[in-house]
């Protein structure tokens, strides 16, 4: 992977390029990205790995993780972006419209998008890829401490903008995809038997109406009835357990 010069630059921004992300096949970690690919409506193809064919590639990705987002160009040059965050605002960038109309508008939008950000990899990296003997524990914790800390904050700053779906502004932001994209497994977790809900119409309406307004987008509501969808949300509970 080499730095691109300023015509490159350009080149990557154009709309006949072809988005190549891989990643496992569930939902996992890579949702934001894989619904603003959606949204973006560009040419993408989902290269899902097994863990086994995962093993034999990792050393040939920028970081050693994945996901990774590979971009060819309309001139056949291509370059690849790691890192969960900077593929998510690379592909905000693209689209023109999903980091606010100013600085202060994309600054919020990144404070919200970082904070969903920072409690779903917390959950994934400390509470499910913990050893057996201590999951039980952390994810108590979690669902304690955690994740009503979270619910709290972003109820109120929602709350406080009018309840519309929006974290900022009247405008879909990479901070609705963001949490909208989370959401789902987020209600799975805390909704199992004997379990005290703690995300709902009734309990957090202006979070629920984030969820609701991304689904009213005619391509995001198309590939939610997919069956690449559905796989990825059948391997996610076979996998997270949520």
């Known amino acids: 992977m080499s ?5 490159n630059s350009d080149l990557i921004l154009a709309k006949e390029n072809v988005h190549h992300l891989t990643y496992f096949p569930f939902h996992g970690l890579a949702g934001c990205i894989r619904t603003t690919l959606v949204l973006l409506g ?5 290269h899902t790995l097994s863990f086994k064919e995962w093993m034999a590639q990792k050393s040939l990705t920028p970081f050693g993780h994945i996901p990774v987002l590979r971009e060819v160009t309309k001139c056949g040059k291509s370059f690849e972006i790691a890192e969960i965050s900077a593929i998510e605002f690379f ?7 999903l980091l606010g109309k100013d600085f202060w508008e994309e600054s919020q939008i990144r404070m919200f998008h970082s904070s969903t950000h920072a409690l779903f990899t917390f959950l994934v990296h400390t509470v499910v890829q913990s050893p057996q003997s201590d999951r039980a524990a952390f994810l108590a914790r979690f669902k304690k401490t955690n994740l009503p800390q979270w619910i709290r904050s972003h109820e109120k700053y929602l709350v406080a903008n009018g309840s519309n779906g929006h974290y900022v502004g009247d405008q879909l932001s990479i901070a609705d995809i963001k949490t909208a994209s989370v959401i789902e497994h987020l209600i799975n977790l805390t909704n199992g038997e004997g379990e005290t809900p703690l995300i709902s119409e009734e309990l957090t309406p202006a979070i629920m109406a984030v969820k609701s307004n991304l689904e009213k987008h005619p391509q995001y509501a198309g590939w939610r009835t997919s069956q690449q969808y559905q796989e990825f949300t059948n391997g996610n509970l076979r996998f997270f357990g949520f």
């Not at 560009?42 to 989902?46: F, G, K, N, R």
Request: hydrophobic share 20%; glycine share 6%; proline share 12%.
């Open 42 to 46: 560009e040419p993408y193809e989902d």
């Open 91 to 97: 592909l905000a960038k693209r689209s023109g419209n």
């Open 3 to 7: 730095p691109l010069s300023t015509s």
